[in-house]
């Protein structure tokens, strides 16, 4: 497949990459104890990954690297972990922690993701999107992504989404964290729903009264 050519301007309803850019700059410092409440989440997304030792893995939006230790323990010496993230504030302190980790066997890459280089690690075993709305809401970055994982190689994506409408506590918590943490609401009713195409044996469990979603499948052949 033909790698996507750059592109920052905001999609039509959608994400916005520069105006991303900045909320995650701004947020860099203290963006760890912000995610610490969804821990289980991570953990729980991470489990579905079913990784095992010598396998690939590709963690898109990586942040500060908070699922870095629990990918490169799964994967082990013989197995590559690859974090990408566009964020140059955000990537510093993943690149501290995986210094502090000593596994050499993690990569790390600033990019966004639709332009991310896969070069000597693709097609990966298994590739988490955990709380990357944006990224799941580009149909560019998503079909060169899905590119890049094996026939059934395993696909988990975890983030917000809105609750049923009776339970209006859990969608005003969906509000206010979407307005902090992604340029957009559109999609938010299902958010991985550019991935579902791509995938088969899809599992999807919501959490947190409906307000946390953790989608797996399989990349279809």
């Not at 963690?59 to 690859?82: F, K, N, W």
């Not at 000597?120 to 990357?132: C, E, Q, R």
Request: aromatic share 8%.
């Amino acid at each position: 497949m033909v790698k996507p050519q750059a592109n920052h301007a905001a999609l039509p309803h959608g994400p916005d990459a520069d105006a991303a850019m900045a909320q995650y700059e701004e947020r860099a410092g203290r963006y760890d104890w912000e995610l610490a409440a969804f821990e289980p989440v991570r953990r729980a997304a991470i489990e579905q990954l079913a990784i095992g030792p010598g396998q690939s893995v590709v963690d898109v939006g990586c942040g500060t690297g908070l699922s870095l230790p629990l990918l490169g323990a799964a994967v082990g010496p013989r197995g590559r972990v690859l974090g990408v993230e566009p964020s140059p504030g955000m990537l510093s302190r993943a690149r501290a922690r995986v210094v502090g980790m000593r596994m050499p066997w993690i990569d790390l890459q600033q990019s966004v993701a639709e332009l991310a280089d896969f070069s000597g690690i693709a097609p990966v075993d298994a590739m988490l999107f955990h709380f990357t709305h944006d990224v799941l809401r580009n149909p560019r970055a998503v079909q060169w992504l899905m590119s890049q994982v094996k026939p059934g190689g395993r696909v988990v994506a975890a983030g917000l989404q809105w609750a049923p409408l009776w339970a209006v506590p859990a969608n005003l918590f969906v509000w206010s964290a979407a307005m902090y943490s992604t340029t957009c609401l559109e999609g938010l009713a299902c958010p991985w729903d550019l991935l579902r195409p791509y995938l088969c044996e899809v599992e999807e469990q919501s959490l947190w009264a409906g307000s946390i979603y953790i989608a797996a499948g399989r990349r279809r052949d």
